[in-house]
């Protein structure tokens, strides 16, 4: 069983930044891909940001050239870089770890996930 437990949420105006901390209870041997997912009421959780085993990223289109994932594998930890905000970003934003057939973790058909408890992340107009 693998822990994810985010940090660094909180509110910011838009254009802002933020950056969010995953710290995972193991980091290695549970599946190969990390990732951020967000999630507003009423809405399905989406992939936002992911990075696999070897380093490589990969973002949705409407976060490219603002958010930036990157990891200590030594922390087992996950970051997300938020910069340039906007107010549509306002959501529960989760941390997330599961597996994904030769690391395309870009392709978002994970399977046996492991979820954080979220945090909350709000961006004003």
């Known amino acids: 069983q693998v822990q994810l437990v985010e940090s660094g949420g909180g509110s910011v105006q838009s254009g802002g930044s933020l950056r969010l901390s995953c710290t995972a209870s193991e980091y290695k041997y549970s599946g190969n891909c990390m990732g951020w997912f967000r999630q507003a009421p009423g809405k399905e959780r989406e992939g936002v940001a992911t990075?696999?085993?070897?380093?490589?990223?990969a973002y949705i289109d409407s976060v490219k050239g603002r958010f930036t994932i990157s990891q200590d594998n030594a922390k087992n930890k996950l970051y997300l870089q938020m910069d340039s905000m906007k107010p549509e970003e306002t959501d529960i934003y989760y941390c997330a770890k599961g597996f994904e057939y030769y690391g395309l973790c870009g392709r978002w058909t994970w399977t046996d996930n492991y979820w954080g408890q979220g945090t909350k992340v709000t961006v004003s107009s």
């Open positions: 990075i696999n085993q070897d380093g490589t990223p």
